[in-house]
C-alpha cells in the first residue's frame, strides 16, 4: 500500500488527568474532504491541533506526504502548508478584515508592509464569499463589526489565503446561516478539485453527508474506523459515533391547561412586537434562519437586554425585570448561548458555579454558607442532570462539553424556576449529551415548568417540542405546533415561503 | 520510524511512589507552599547569619511589622479577585491619609479617639467610593484611576495638613501596636489574627465571597446567574480603601506622629504580597492565606536585608537583592498560561 | 434546499459605518478636544507662550515626558505594561551623565552607553515576561527595584555634569519658532510611523489584541513582546537623554514620578490599557496636555498647597473623559494606528 498523503501514528496528549488523546491512528489522502467525526471529549479537535502545531503531542508522529512533520509552532504547519479554522475564533477584533487576512504573512515592500499588495492577496477570496457576507466585501470594516457567522466566514477566507495544501475545518460551520454554508461548499469542491486535503469536524451529519468523501470515527481518545460516506447509511453512521443510537425521540406533551408565561408585544433591541404565550409543563421552541432575535428574545424576557415596550406575565402577574438579579427573583431562569463567555465562570470549582444563582436561598442570614449544604445542593443538581465529574471542588473547566453545558442548565434546579429560557443549549456538544439535556428538559417541563428553548437545529426543535414561535427579523411569524410541526415546515416558515409550497 | 517520546508521557504515576511524588509535585506549584517555605529558608538563613533573628521579640517584631503590609494587603487581596484588571495602587495613600486625619484628632490623648478612628475610617471610605466610582461609572482602568488617586489623595493632604502633619497616635492606639501584650503577643497581632479569620470566612463561606469569586472568573456568568458584579466590585474597593485606613491606622501607632508619604512603601508590596501569595492578577483566583503568607515572606526579606548591610549599609544593593529575590519567587509559580499547550 | 434562501438582514450600513467611525474617532477626538483646551488656556495664561522662549521652554519639558509615554505605549500596545520604565530612565540617564562628565568628547560614548543601558533593561523584563511568563505588573515592579538599586550605586546622590553644549543646544531654536525639543519630538513620532509601518508595528497590535489569535496565526509572539520591552526600554533611554539635557545633571531619584506620568499620558491619549488599540502619537499629545495642565496649575495661581490637589483632580477628571469616549466606541483608535 502506498504511503498516505498525511498520515498520524500513535499520537498521544494528557492534560493533567485527563487525556485527550490514546494513541490515536489517522490517515488521509490528497484531493479528498475527510470528515473527523466523535463526541465530545472524544479528542478530535485535539488530533488536529496536534496536525496544525497548537497543540504539543506527549508522543506521536505525524508524516505530510511522508515526510515527518514536526511543528514546533503554528509558524512550521504554516510553512508545511497546513492552515487552520478553529472553533474559537483567531481574529484580532479590532484589526480590519484585510488585515486580519494576512496577519502572519504580510507581504513586504522594502522591508515595510505592503498593504496594496495585500489588498491584492485578500480581495479575491472575499469577493468568492460575497455571497456570505449578505453581498458586500468588507475588506476595509473591523471584526469588531462582524457578526459572528461573518467572522467565521473571515477566518474562513484567513486559512484560504495562506494557499493550504490541507485545510482543517474545526466545526467551522457551526454558526454559519445556509447561504455561507453553500458558498463553503462550493469552494471546499474547488478545493478537493485542486488537490487540497481537506479535514472536517462537524456535528451536522446532512454536512458530512453533502461533501465529505471519507470519515474516520473517534472515541474516547482513539481513531476506532474510517469509512467512505458514500457507502454507509446514516443510522449506522451516527451509531459508529455514538456507540448506540441515542437519538432524542419524540415524547407525549406534558402542557397543561394553566399559562404560565405570557408576552404581549415585547419589543427590544432586535425583538420587535413578539406575542405568544406558554403554558405549564409546555416546551415552546423558538426557530426560524439563524440571527433572527430568538436570542435577544431570550434575553430580552430575562433582562439581560433591555426591553424598549411590551408586557410579560408570569403565572398572571406582571414581571418587569431590569436585570437578570429581578429576573430570578421573577421566578425566571436562563441557559446563554455560549457556555464558556456566558455560562460558566470556568476556573472556578464546580460546586461554586452549581451554586451561584441560589446562594441567598441557602444562607444563613443570606450571608454564611454551610459547605455540607452547599455540596448536598450541588451534588443533588448534578445527579439530576447525570453529570460525569471527579470532584465538586474540580474547576469547571475539566469537564467535557456536554457536561459543561449540564452543570449550565443544572445549576437553575435550586431557584425552583417557573420559566426557563435555554438559547441554543445543545450547540456543539454530542449526540449523546444532547439527549440526556433534553430529557432533563422534559422531566422540567413534565414538573409544571414552561420552557422555551432556541435551536439552530431544526431536527432538534421537532424532536423536543410542544410547538416552535419561528421568528424573521427580530418578529414571530408563525407557531407551528400539531401536524404541521416538521423540519420541512420549520425551513419553509424560516425562509417565509408558505407551508404549502414545500411539498414532502 | 522514529517516534517522539517525550518525558512528560512518563509523568503519569500509578504506583504509590509515582502517587506520592504527585503530591510533592502539586505542593510545590501550590504558591502559599512555595511562599511559606521560601518565607521559612529566609528566616533560617537570617538567623544563621545573625541570631537575634531567632529571638522571640525578634519574631514578634517582624510579624508586626508584617501585619502593616498584611492588613493594607487584605483589601488589595479582595480588588484583585473581583477581577476585570482590579488592582488599588492607592492603598499608600489612603493609609497615609487615615493616619493623618486620626493622628489630628486624637492630638496624642485617648478622648477623641473613637470620633478620630470613625472618622480616619470615612476619610479611607470615601477615597474607595471614589475609585469605585471612577472605575465602574467612568470605565477608567482601575491601574489608572488609583494611580490618578494617589496624587488626589496626596493633594487633599497637603491643602488639610499645610504641609505640616499635626497630632499624634493615642495611648490607646500606642500600646495597641507597641505595648501591653496578651499572652506575650501584642495586640496588633491579635487584631489581625482577627481580621485574617474574619476575611478568610468571608472568601469562603459567605455569599458575598462566593460572587466576589464569581464575579472575578466569569463577570457576565455572575450577572446572567443574577449577581450584580458592578455592586460587587465597587464594595471590593470601598472594602480596600476601609482596609488600607486600619492599616494606615496601625502604622500611626506605630510611628506615633505621622508625615506626608508615610505608608507610601506599602503601595507596590501590598500587590507583591497579594500575588506572591498566589491571587492571580487575572482575577477570580487566590485567596487570603497566601496574602499573609507573602506579608510575611516580603518583610523577612526587607528586614534580614537591612540586617545584612550589605555593600556598606546603602540602599542600592538591598534594593537589587529584594528585586531580584521577589522575581526568583515569582518566577517559582506566578507563571501566565503557556500559547502553546 | 434548492428555494432561495434569503440571507439575514446584515445591520444597516449607515449604523455600521457609524460605529465604525465612533470607533476610530472618538478617542482622537477627545484627545483632541483636551489639546485645544489645554493650548488655549495656556495661551491665555502664559503671556509668553507662543513667543520662542515660551515655546522652547513648554517644549523642553514636554520632550522627557511625551518620550517616556511612548516607550510606555510601544509595551503596552503589545499587551504588557512596564512599572520599571521610570527606573530605566534614571538608571541609563545616570550611566550617561557618570560617563560623559562634563566631556563633550564623551558624549557619544556616553549616549550610546545610556542607550544600550536602555535596551538590555527592557530586553530582561521581555525575557522575564515572555520566557518566565511573569505577570507583567509585578515583574516590572518587581525589575523596578533592580534597576533602581542600580542607578543609586551608579550616581549615590544627584550631580554629574552634562556639557554646556547638550544642554545649550537642547533650548536652540530654529527657524525662528521651531525649538529642538519640538524637532526631536516630530522625529520621535516619526520613528514610531516607521515602526508602524513596518511588520513587527503590526505585530504589536496583534499581539496586544489577540495573543491566541496572533499565535495560531504564526506571528512570533514571545519574539514580538521580547521586541516590545526592549523597544520601550531603549526609548526610555533617550527620555533620560532629553532629562538630562533638559537639567544638566543626573539625579537617582527622578525616576518613580515618571513611571505614573507615563501611564497617564497614554490613556489620555486614547490608548487602550489592555493593549491592541491606540498609537504613539496619542502618548504625544497626551503628555502635551498633561504637561501644559501642569503649568496652567502653575500660572493660575492656584495656592501651593492646593496645586497638587487640583492638578490630581484634572488628570483624573481629563482620564475619566478620555475613558468614558473610548469607553463608547468599544475601543479606542483600534488596529489602525491612525496617531
Known amino acids: 500500500m502506498p504511503t498516505p498523503y498525511l498520515q498520524m501514528t500513535g499520537v498521544r496528549k494528557r492534560y493533567g488527568g485527563v487525556t485527550a488523546l490514546a494513541g490515536a491512528d489517522f490517515a488521509a489522502e490528497a484531493g479528498t474532504v475527510h470528515a473527523v467525526l466523535g463526541p465530545n471529549g472524544s479528542g478530535k479537535s485535539t488530533l488536529l491541533k496536534v496536525l496544525t502545531g497548537v497543540v504539543e503531542p506527549d508522543a506521536g508522529e505525524v508524516r505530510l506526504e511522508g515526510r515527518p512533520l514536526r511543528p514546533r509552532g503554528p509558524r512550521d504547519t504554516l510553512e508545511a502548508g497546513i492552515s487552520a479554522v478553529y472553533q474559537e475564533l483567531s481574529l484580532v477584533e479590532d484589526f480590519t478584515v484585510v488585515d486580519n487576512l494576512v496577519l502572519g504573512v504580510e507581504p513586504r515592500r522594502w522591508g515595510l508592509r505592503d498593504r496594496a499588495q495585500a489588498r491584492r492577496i485578500a480581495l479575491p477570496w472575499l469577493e468568492r464569499f460575497a455571497d456570505a457576507f449578505g453581498g458586500r466585501v468588507p475588506a476595509d470594516e473591523r471584526v469588531l463589526g462582524l457578526d459572528p457567522g461573518e467572522r467565521q466566514v473571515v477566518e474562513i477566507c484567513k486559512a484560504l489565503v495562506r494557499d493550504p495544501r490541507v485545510l482543517v475545518l474545526d466545526e467551522a460551520t457551526a454558526s454559519l446561516r445556509r447561504r455561507q454554508v453553500e458558498v463553503l461548499f462550493d469552494v471546499v469542491e474547488e478545493l478537493r478539485e485542486a488537490g487540497v486535503l481537506v479535514l472536517f469536524i462537524t456535528h451536522r451529519l446532512a454536512e458530512i453527508r453533502a461533501v465529505c468523501d471519507r470519515a474516520t470515527i473517534m472515541r474516547g481518545g482513539t481513531d476506532v474506523t474510517t469509512v467512505t460516506v458514500g457507502e454507509l447509511p446514516e443510522q449506522e453512521l451516527v451509531e459508529l459515533m455514538v456507540g448506540e443510537m441515542a437519538a432524542v425521540g419524540a415524547a407525549p406533551s406534558t402542557a397543561r391547561e394553566q399559562v404560565r408565561l405570557e408576552v404581549r408585544d415585547l419589543s427590544g433591541p432586535r425583538v420587535r412586537e413578539a406575542s405568544f404565550q406558554v403554558r405549564a409543563g409546555e416546551i415552546v421552541g423558538v426557530g426560524g434562519l439563524q440571527g433572527q432575535g430568538q436570542g435577544s428574545l431570550l434575553a430580552t424576557l430575562f433582562g439581560a437586554e433591555r426591553r424598549h415596550s411590551g408586557t410579560v406575565l408570569v403565572d398572571g402577574r406582571e414581571v418587569r425585570p431590569r436585570s437578570p438579579k429581578q429576573a430570578v427573583r421573577s421566578g425566571l431562569a436562563y441557559v446563554p448561548g455560549n457556555r464558556g463567555t456566558q455560562g460558566l465562570a470556568l476556573g472556578r470549582p464546580i460546586l461554586e458555579n452549581m451554586a451561584l444563582p441560589s446562594l441567598a436561598r441557602r444562607a444563613l442570614l443570606g450571608v454564611g454558607l454551610s459547605r455540607r449544604r452547599e455540596v448536598e445542593a450541588a451534588r443533588s443538581a448534578a445527579g439530576r442532570m447525570a453529570t460525569k465529574y471527579g470532584s465538586l471542588d474540580d474547576p469547571v473547566a475539566t469537564l467535557s462539553g456536554g457536561n459543561q453545558q449540564k452543570v449550565v442548565v443544572g445549576k437553575w434546579f435550586a431557584t425552583e424556576p417557573r420559566v426557563v429560557l435555554m438559547d441554543d443549549p445543545a450547540k456543539g456538544i454530542d449526540v449523546r449529551a444532547k439527549a440526556e439535556l433534553f430529557g432533563v428538559v422534559r422531566d422540567l417541563a413534565a414538573s409544571g415548568v414552561a420552557v422555551l428553548v432556541s435551536s439552530s437545529d431544526d431536527r432538534e426543535l421537532v424532536e423536543v417540542c410542544d410547538r416552535v414561535l419561528v421568528m424573521f427579523e427580530g418578529r414571530v411569524v408563525d407557531d407551528v405546533h400539531g401536524e404541521r410541526l416538521t423540519e420541512e415546515t420549520l425551513v419553509a416558515a424560516a425562509m417565509r415561503v408558505t407551508g404549502t409550497e414545500v411539498g414532502s | 520510524m522514529s517516534t517522539v517520546e517525550r518525558p512528560r508521557a512518563a509523568e503519569q504515576g500509578d504506583n504509590a511512589p509515582g502517587r506520592a511524588t504527585g503530591v510533592l509535585r502539586r505542593l510545590a506549584r501550590d504558591p502559599i507552599v512555595v511562599s511559606g517555605v521560601a518565607a521559612l529558608v529566609l528566616w533560617g538563613v537570617a538567623a544563621l547569619v545573625s541570631p537575634a533573628f531567632a529571638s522571640w521579640s525578634q519574631i514578634v517584631t517582624l510579624l508586626v511589622l508584617a501585619s502593616f503590609l498584611g492588613v493594607i494587603a487584605i483589601g488589595q487581596t479582595l480588588v484583585v479577585i473581583a477581577g476585570g484588571e482590579g488592582i488599588d495602587l492607592s492603598v499608600g495613600a489612603t493609609a497615609t491619609l487615615a493616619a493623618i486625619v486620626a493622628s489630628r484628632h486624637m492630638d496624642g490623648s485617648n478622648e477623641g479617639f473613637v470620633g478620630a478612628v470613625a472618622l480616619a475610617l470615612g476619610a479611607a471610605a470615601v477615597v474607595g467610593a471614589l475609585n469605585a466610582t471612577g472605575i465602574l461609572v467612568f470605565r477608567v482602568p482601575p491601574l489608572v484611576m488609583t494611580l490618578g488617586m494617589i496624587s488626589v489623595v496626596y493633594g487633599f493632604i497637603r491643602l488639610y495638613t499645610g504641609g505640616r502633619p499635626a497630632g499624634s497616635a493615642a495611648p490607646a492606639l500606642r500600646s495597641l501596636v507597641g505595648g501591653d501584650t496578651v499572652a506575650g503577643i501584642p495586640g496588633v497581632l491579635w487584631l489581625w489574627l482577627g481580621l485574617s479569620v474574619l476575611v478568610i470566612w468571608l472568601l469562603r463561606r459567605t455569599s458575598y465571597g462566593w460572587r466576589l469569586y464569581a464575579v472575578g472568573g466569569n463577570p457576565t456568568t455572575a450577572y446572567l446567574s443574577g449577581v450584580n458584579p458592578r455592586l460587587v466590585k465597587a464594595s471590593a474597593y470601598v472594602l480596600s480603601s476601609l482596609f488600607a485606613g486600619v492599616g494606615g491606622l496601625l502604622l500611626l501607632g506605630y510611628t506615633q506622629t505621622v508625615f506626608l508619604r508615610l505608608a507610601d512603601p506599602y503601595m507596590l508590596p501590598s500587590v507583591a504580597a497579594t500575588v506572591v501569595g498566589g491571587t492571580a492578577l487575572i482575577g477570580g483566583i487566590g485567596g487570603y492565606l497566601g496574602t499573609i503568607i507573602g506579608a510575611i515572606l516580603l518583610t523577612v526579606l526587607d528586614s534580614f536585608l537591612r540586617v545584612l548591610q550589605v555593600g556598606g549599609g546603602g540602599d542600592a544593593p538591598r534594593q537589587i537583592i529584594y528585586g531580584l529575590v521577589l522575581l526568583v519567587v515569582l518566577s517559582a509559580y506566578g507563571r501566565q498560561k503557556r500559547l502553546r499547550q | ?339
Open chain 3, 1 to 339: 434546499m434548492s428555494a432561495p434562501a434569503p440571507t439575514a438582514a446584515p445591520p444597516p450600513a449607515t449604523r455600521r459605518v457609524s460605529r465604525a467611525l465612533l470607533a476610530t474617532r472618538m478617542p482622537s477626538a477627545a484627545t483632541a478636544a483636551l489639546l485645544v483646551v489645554a493650548v488655549t488656556a495656556s495661551a491665555l495664561m502664559q503671556h509668553n507662550f507662543f513667543t520662542p522662549y515660551g515655546l522652547t521652554s513648554n517644549f523642553a519639558t514636554i520632550l522627557p515626558v511625551a518620550t517616556i509615554a511612548v516607550a510606555q505605549t510601544i509595551v503596552v500596545l503589545a499587551g504588557g505594561i512596564d512599572l520599571s520604565i521610570g527606573t530605566i530612565v534614571t538608571l541609563s540617564s545616570v550611566v550617561a551623565v557618570q560617563l560623559m562628565d562634563g566631556d563633550p568628547g564623551r558624549v557619544p560614548l556616553a549616549l550610546a552607553a545610556g542607550l544600550a543601558t536602555g535596551a538590555a533593561c527592557g530586553l530582561l523584563n521581555g525575557l522575564v515576561v515572555a520566557v518566565l511568563r511573569l505577570q507583567p505588573i509585578v515583574a516590572t515592579f518587581a525589575s523596578s527595584y533592580v534597576f533602581g538599586g542600580l542607578a543609586l550605586l551608579v550616581l549615590p546622590t544627584p550631580g554629574g555634569t552634562v556639557p554646556a553644549e547638550i544642554t545649550g543646544g537642547y533650548r536652540q531654536v530654529i527657524a525662528l519658532l521651531l525649538p529642538v525639543p519640538a524637532v526631536l519630538l516630530l522625529v520621535l513620532w516619526l520613528a514610531w510611523r516607521l515602526l508602524r509601518a513596518h511588520r513587527i508595528g503590526q505585530y504589536l497590535y496583534a499581539v496586544g489584541g489577540n495573543a491566541g489569535a496572533s499565535y495560531a496565526s504564526a506571528v512570533p509572539v514571545a519574539r514580538v513582546r521580547v521586541f516590545s520591552y526592549t523597544a520601550g526600554g531603549t526609548v526610555a533611554a533617550l527620555a533620560g537623554i532629553a532629562l538630562l539635557a533638559n537639567s544638566g545633571s543626573g539625579d537617582p531619584f527622578i525616576g518613580n514620578e515618571l513611571t505614573l506620568g507615563s501611564i497617564a499620558a497614554l490613556v489620555i491619549g486614547g490608548t487602550r490599557l489592555s493593549g491592541g488599540a491606540g498609537g504613539a502619537g496619542g502618548a504625544i499629545l497626551g503628555a502635551i496636555v498633561l504637561t501644559l495642565i501642569q503649568n496652567l496649575v502653575f500660572f493660575a495661581g492656584v495656592p501651593t498647597n492646593a496645586r497638587e490637589l487640583v492638578n490630581g483632580a484634572i488628570i483624573i477628571v481629563a482620564i475619566a473623559l478620555a475613558g468614558l469616549l473610548t469607553a463608547r466606541g468599544g475601543t479606542s483608535d483600534g488596529g489602525r494606528g491612525r496617531s
